[in-house]
């Protein structure tokens, strides 16, 4: 049972371009959503959150936004830099060791 | 340490042998996670530690699937008579328990069973 879907499993982008990544949730109980980063051979990093109570949280050049009628949010990296290239993760939680993650997306930034 | 630290990094074993595999957590970090990533899946949730609190192990796949905290620090995942099917990267995470924070990710062990 997904509950949170990361549809496009790659994404491939030109240095200095938007970066979009996508996710979509089924469980209109999650209140709390999480975007994590992750290098090969390497753990997930956490990135950044944004709770149910707000459509859009900004740190520096990443942008997550929130549709909760849609269930939907996305992860904006603008401008886009090579190091961003990594598996991206979206998590949605309902309570602290509930947290559920899509499959991720793979994105690749070209120089 | 400065960061979770897992162990083994790899570990291969032969179907229906016994596994442990280890996480050190963040000093101080009072929640602890394991969770797995089979291939092409997500990451799923096995089993959360709080505190002195009695473990969530809602996620635990079946009853071969155990772990234990000692001294609300390291802790120990283990697998008995191991199954094709438990092949995946297992990662460990803690946190101080605040949503806002995330979570700290080690590396992962990554198993293969043969």
């Known amino acids: 049972d997904q509950q949170v879907k990361q549809n496009s499993p790659s994404l491939s982008v030109q240095e200095g371009r938007i970066s979009i990544l996508n996710c979509d949730y089924t469980?209109?109980?999650?209140?709390?959503f999480l975007w994590y980063k992750k290098y090969p051979a390497e753990g997930p990093t956490f990135l950044i959150s944004?709770?149910?109570?707000?459509d859009k949280n900004e740190d520096g050049r990443f942008t997550v936004f929130l549709n909760k009628s849609a269930k939907h949010l996305s992860l904006h990296i603008v401008p886009s830099q090579p190091g961003d290239s990594a598996v991206y993760f979206c998590?949605?939680?309902?309570?602290?060791?509930?947290?559920?993650f899509g499959a991720g997306t793979r994105l690749t930034v070209k120089p | 340490g400065a960061g979770v630290s897992q162990s083994p990094s790899n570990k291969v074993t032969e179907k229906g042998k016994d596994v442990e595999l280890r996480c050190d957590p963040i000093s101080g970090h009072t929640a602890l996670y394991w969770y797995r990533q089979s291939l092409g899946q997500g990451l799923e949730f096995l089993i959360y530690f709080q505190g002195n609190s009695a473990p969530d192990k809602s996620g635990l796949p079946s009853d071969r699937f155990s772990a234990e905290r000692t001294g609300g620090s390291v802790s120990t995942l283990t697998i008995q008579r191991t199954q094709q099917e438990d092949s995946a990267v297992y990662l460990c995470?803690?946190?101080?328990?605040?949503?806002?924070?995330?979570?700290?990710f080690g590396s992962g062990t990554r198993l293969t069973v043969v």
């Open positions: 469980n209109s109980m999650f209140d709390y």
């Open positions: 944004i709770s149910s109570i707000k």
């Open positions: 995470a803690s946190s101080l328990g605040g949503r806002g924070h995330g979570y700290t």
């Open positions: 998590a949605a939680s309902l309570k602290y060791n509930d947290m559920r």
